[in-house]
């Protein structure tokens, strides 16, 4: 184990004890966010990004012990277990290695190769391995044996080198050479099946195109891959075949005779019937995984972001969810979100439907003194918030709401127990209208593959991504924390420590015996235990209690340190909460014990300066450029404002107000030169972009980010340094044109809005 610290400690260029500490605190059950915000002193500060690492890196070494010991007894019951394997078995340090090395011993089906050496064609084989100068039609003759299936020399030759081609494809030296040939040479290579041209018109990019392994981005590598799993694409890895042939004959040939020339043939024969085929199912697996690591960490980033998006606040609120034929559901909300009432209008069906439509509007807008208008932004959305600001609603906040995933929730198993009595439509509105006073506390309730951001989410390893984006959500609620007394049981089960039925336990306990007064009632919940208790804690707030600590992110633990200060000080924990010159006389390192540093002290410090800060950005408020409601509605060279929607890694999509999202592509993110899209954007970032192709057929809107530049005669000078070319080097990419950014891709994405509802 201490050999796994060593070797994580390395890879995160950390100190050894920083892995240990923070493995031990995992094992004993604590959480990551708990433990990158609380245990600071034991980890060296570590963060949550680093702490998750530590925790997915141990698993894995874990996991590689287990399989090791497996193949270890495997090969002991087998009687085949030597010094030298042993050791060998004990020195890899990664699953391929490790399999490769167990590969000749591993139980198989019968082969060609255990059919010849049934047949007793072992001895030739090796005869011939040794590449020795001897007659081998003579040799081979010894075992002509018709009983056994060998009737011909040519029979026994045949075997020997069917063994041999086995041998040889298993042998773990070689297989790491041919593998990471086929990494660095190798070359995707897609075209269309015959007939399915018109069927398959979204993939037309990779018709006839070929990239190198190597240097292909993850999105067009599960395009192609989807492409061939709708039976639209033949795909194929292509490594420089001669090369690899080239690397079996130098491990294996070491004579110039008829024995080596038998080798030669066997060379040729397991490379293309067995090494090829193993190693291109191999590299299938390998890139799969590498472009679902990447889709994932996109996705979740993207996710994360969105999570956090600025909220509103508690304002009383109007929400419609649009619609032309169906008219729209309009619902109003108290400043905690709770249903007061709900109806239908229907403005798009006819003018007197129209004007009674306005006249509703109006009705709830004083009725229940509404300070925000939040509106769906699918069909319909633009024109009803068209409707909605002629009216001039005083005061009234009018805010498009991105409503992908609205629709999943109002028909979840979660929206028929919130509201039982109520259909889809209404369920749905009032989700929009959450989603704009606490984007977080909403989205949690809908699962995080269909709130509409990210990349091939449905093509990736679909644990990996479970996985991955609870992780996101659970950073993401931990990182502003949670309200007690108002909390859905579905944003608590988040909290670190917790999980579904302890926070369905908290809501049945609030419930029973109202609202919690401090923090240390939460021990009086069933089944919540000290553990539990103490991974929860410093996430939850109270405002309004009892001690104003248990509105602050203090974790109780350290309530009596701050007491302490407070008492050193004459005055209380309240007044060191509101006087920053108390505070800034308190001399921190008086308090440092064995357990508690500067960074717990500092954490607490800015605590008592802000208590339960929310870490989100401000709300402001967006609107789109009226009369630009569809996409026939746009012209090459309009600047628009937008909403960043997804970031992909071939750029961002950015809503403009026309049902339909239009791309930045990466190059035209920024005048600079970029890698990745999150170096300048963010879900839900407002922007200015400038249409710079429309096509109305294909639904595609092409945007940009960039600026104009200055003419040549306004640029300064240059002062003697070389000028460098803001343009990226495409000398290591195909010269081919470059497929647009997966043309399924952005297809599905433009769709999602009606896809989910």
Not at 579 to 589: E, G, H, T, V, Y
């Amino acid at each position: 184990m201490t050999s796994h610290y060593k070797k994580i400690a390395t890879e995160f260029s950390i100190a050894e004890k920083q892995v240990s500490a923070t493995i031990s605190l995992l094992d004993e059950g604590a959480t990551v966010p708990f433990i990158s915000r609380y245990r600071k002193e034991l980890t060296g500060s570590l963060d949550e990004v680093q702490v998750a690492g530590i925790r997915d890196r141990i698993q894995q070494l874990r996991e590689l012990d287990k399989r090791r010991e497996a193949i270890l007894n495997s090969l002991k019951d087998m009687g085949k277990l030597t010094p030298e394997l042993e050791a060998q078995i004990n020195a890899a340090e990664t699953m391929v290695v490790l399999e490769d090395i167990y590969l000749p011993y591993r139980p198989k089906r019968k082969t060609r190769a255990t059919a010849a050496r049934e047949k007793g064609l072992q001895p030739l084989a090796d005869a011939l391995l040794t590449q020795n100068k001897f007659d081998i039609e003579a040799e081979a003759e010894k075992y002509i044996a018709e009983e056994k299936g060998v009737a011909s020399i040519e029979d026994a030759l045949n075997g020997a080198r069917d063994i041999i081609a086995e041998h040889i494809s298993e042998d773990a030296a070689v297989r790491t050479k041919v593998r990471e040939l086929f990494l660095e040479k190798g070359i995707f290579k897609s075209r269309v099946v015959p007939g399915k041209e018109e069927a398959g018109i979204k993939f037309k990019d990779y018709f006839e195109w070929e990239e190198p392994v190597k240097s292909a981005p993850s999105h067009r590598v599960l395009a192609m891959r989807r492409g061939e799993k709708e039976e639209i694409l033949y795909l194929d890895i292509m490594p420089p075949e001669e090369e690899a042939i080239d690397v079996l004959e130098k491990a294996f040939i070491t004579g110039h005779n008829a024995a080596a020339n038998q080798v030669k043939l066997a060379i040729a024969d397991g490379y293309k019937r067995l090494l090829r085929p193993g190693m291109e199912t191999e590299v299938r697996l390998l890139t799969k995984k590498k472009a679902d690591e990447e889709a994932i960490r996109v996705f979740a980033e993207n996710a994360r972001q969105l999570l956090l998006a600025a909220p509103l606040g508690q304002k009383r609120t109007m929400a419609i969810d649009p619609g032309f034929r169906t008219g729209c559901k309009v619902v109003c909300l108290d400043e905690q979100g709770k249903l007061l009432e709900y109806t239908a209008i229907f403005p798009h069906t006819g003018t007197g439907q129209a004007k009674e439509a306005e006249k509703t509007v109006q009705h709830l807008f004083e009725k229940y003194n509404i300070e925000a208008i939040a509106i769906g932004n699918g069909t319909a959305g633009r024109e009803t918030e068209l409707s909605v600001r002629k009216l001039n609603l005083p005061g009234a906040n009018i805010v498009m709401v991105n409503e992908s995933g609205a629709s999943i929730y109002s028909a979840s198993e979660v929206a028929r127990e919130e509201f039982p009595d109520k259909d889809v439509t209404v369920r749905g509105a009032v989700s929009i209208g959450r989603r704009l006073m606490d984007p977080l506390a909403e989205l949690v309730k809908i699962d995080p593959k269909s709130i509409g951001v990210g990349q091939y989410q449905h093509d990736v390893d679909q644990n990996k991504l479970q996985a991955s984006l609870d992780d996101t959500v659970i950073s993401a609620v931990n990182a502003v924390g949670v309200e007690l007394n108002t909390a859905s049981k579905q944003i608590l089960a988040y909290v670190s420590g917790l999980g579904p039925q302890l926070a369905q336990k908290i809501v049945e306990y609030r419930d029973e015996n109202g609202a919690f007064k401090k923090r240390e009632q939460l021990k009086k919940v069933p089944r919540l235990g000290d553990k539990a208790y103490e991974q929860a804690a410093g996430f939850l707030r109270i405002h309004n209690a009892e001690n104003p600590l248990d509105a602050s992110a203090v974790h109780p633990e350290r309530y009596p340190l701050v007491a302490q200060m407070a008492k050193d000080k004459g005055c209380t924990v309240a007044d060191l909460m509101r006087d920053d010159k108390l505070r800034a006389s308190i001399p921190l390192q008086k308090y440092i014990t064995d357990s508690v540093g500067l960074p717990t002290l500092n954490d607490i410090m800015a605590e008592l300066a802000k208590p339960g800060r929310d870490p989100r950005e401000q709300f402001e408020a967006f609107s789109f450029t009226e009369g630009v409601n569809a996409i026939s509605d746009l012209k090459v060279g309009m600047k628009l404002p937008g909403i960043v929607t997804n970031i992909t890694n071939f750029g961002a999509f950015v809503d403009i107000g026309v049902h339909q999202d239009g791309l930045v592509h990466l190059s035209q993110i920024a005048n600079r030169f970029i890698k990745d899209a999150n170096e300048v954007l963010k879900v839900h970032q407002q922007v200015e972009v400038t249409v710079t192709e429309v096509d109305v057929d294909r639904k595609r809107i092409s945007l940009s980010m960039k600026t104009d530049e200055p003419k040549r005669e306004d640029r300064p000078r240059n002062q003697g340094k070389p000028q460098h070319s803001s343009k990226p080097n495409y000398n290591n990419q195909p010269k081919r044109k470059e497929p647009e950014p997966e043309t399924d891709m952005a297809l599905k994405l433009a769709a999602l809005k009606n896809m989910f509802k």
